[in-house]
């Protein structure tokens, strides 16, 4: 059975992180396996990013009210066009993309399906207390709607779901967890390394410590800096030859802080800034690397996770990412706590690992990248999703009408 999908996501801009490549890579093999896909978004027709999408998109703004993006021809369009499609997926919340399909959608026959993300997780309620209250003035006419007239609210792993009960004691959906995962890395490896190289020559020789991502708060960059500049006085002969590679953009004042921050640990000799980077340069930066490191404070899948492991490089990650326990028993990475103290065990323990048993663990996490977190594992139980789901409905509406 193929499907018409609609995937509705407030932008395509691939710096807001991993749900757009998310839908990228899902969207492929959907369209292999003979299904429709198109992505609506608030974005600007002339978004440069709208226009490179690899996906039909069509843009309907954006109109901002504040950092919120708002779009008055969204609704319109969904009521006009939801017909065209046998499911739409919401990915995240608490932008006007969400609320939108809900309005349009509600009581038709069109059903909608909600990822949020992460973007439940109590983390978010304790670090950003004013924002929580804010959010509680949409959470009952808005989100609360949103999650509770779903079809089903798809979680990426059960610790995201569990955790997502817990921000607002109003919540009500149906929920259903999906295998989530990413595409496994093309070919050829040498190529990419190359290219990797040519860009940044001076790490050839390093022990490349990778961070790739958005360099933001919740991701723990903070951790990383302050607790290498730690070992690096207790334990010098441990960090000599390693470089800390920063891959992702770093360009907003919480990136200029964090770049402040490694000047001021006086790691600006130890580290490597590449901006954002992608195609052969983003895949040979981890074939370069001997480890992949976030120490997040909340994580709900972390897809460059997915990749380093794909690429065979180990990752030390915070027992806040949610797929850390996958890891942990296919021994593919080290776990710790989300401090200073836990990112110091995390880079003691890598460096000190010998290097025949972190040759073997390379091998772990290729393997715990097949096992779980291919992106053909993610594909079919999305379907599945919309199967169980979608029929489910139509037998409710059936004995409704009987």
Not at 279 to 290: I, N, P, S, T
Request: proline share 6%.
């Amino acid at each position: 059975m193929s499907f018409r999908i609609l995937h509705c996501i407030s932008s395509v801009n691939p710096k807001k992180g991993g749900p757009i490549e998310g839908i990228k890579q899902l969207s492929a093999i959907n369209q292999r396996h003979g299904h429709t896909v198109e992505v609506v978004t608030l974005d600007h027709p002339d978004d440069p990013w709208v226009k490179d999408f690899p996906l039909p998109c069509h843009a309907m703004g954006p109109t901002y009210i504040g950092a919120y993006a708002y779009s008055p021809r969204l609704v319109p369009w969904l009521k006009a066009n939801a017909h065209r499609y046998d499911a739409v997926i919401v990915n995240g919340i608490w932008q006007y993309h969400a609320y939108g399909v809900w309005r349009a959608l509600q009581g038709t026959r069109t059903p909608y399906f909600v990822f949020t993300h992460g973007m439940l997780d109590p983390w978010f309620k304790r670090t950003y207390p004013l924002k929580h209250i804010k959010k509680w003035l949409f959470w009952p006419w808005a989100e609360y709607r949103v999650l509770r007239d779903a079809t089903a609210v798809m979680f990426t792993c059960e610790d995201e779901r569990r955790l997502a009960r817990q921000s607002f004691w109003l919540y009500r959906c149906d929920e259903f967890v999906v295998s989530y995962g990413t595409s496994a890395p093309p070919e050829p490896a040498d190529r990419q390394k190359q290219a990797f190289l040519e860009k940044f020559p001076h790490l050839k020789d390093k022990r490349c410590l990778l961070f790739l991502g958005r360099v933001h708060e919740k991701k723990g960059p903070d951790l990383l800096f302050e607790a290498f500049a730690r070992l690096r006085v207790r334990r010098p002969e441990l960090t000599g030859n390693v470089e800390i590679v920063m891959a992702g953009p770093a360009d907003d004042a919480y990136g200029a802080s964090i770049q402040r921050l490694s000047q001021q640990l006086g790691l600006v000799d130890q580290t490597t800034w590449t901006g954002m980077i992608g195609g052969d340069v983003k895949w040979g930066a981890f074939r370069q690397a001997d480890a992949f490191i976030l120490p997040s404070h909340q994580e709900n899948f972390g897809i460059a996770v997915a990749e380093a492991m794909a690429c065979g490089v180990p990752v030390l990650i915070s027992n806040q990412v949610n797929i850390w326990r996958e890891i942990q028993l296919a021994n593919g990475g080290f776990i710790d706590a989300d401090t200073v103290e836990g990112t110091e065990r995390l880079l003691e323990r890598w460096l000190s690992t010998p290097e025949h048993e972190w040759q073997a663990m390379r091998q772990n996490a290729r393997d715990c990248f097949n096992e779980r977190f291919r992106i053909e594992r993610t594909a079919e139980s999305f379907v599945e999703a919309m199967e169980v789901f979608g029929m489910r409905r139509h037998q409710g509406r059936a004995l409704a009408a009987a």
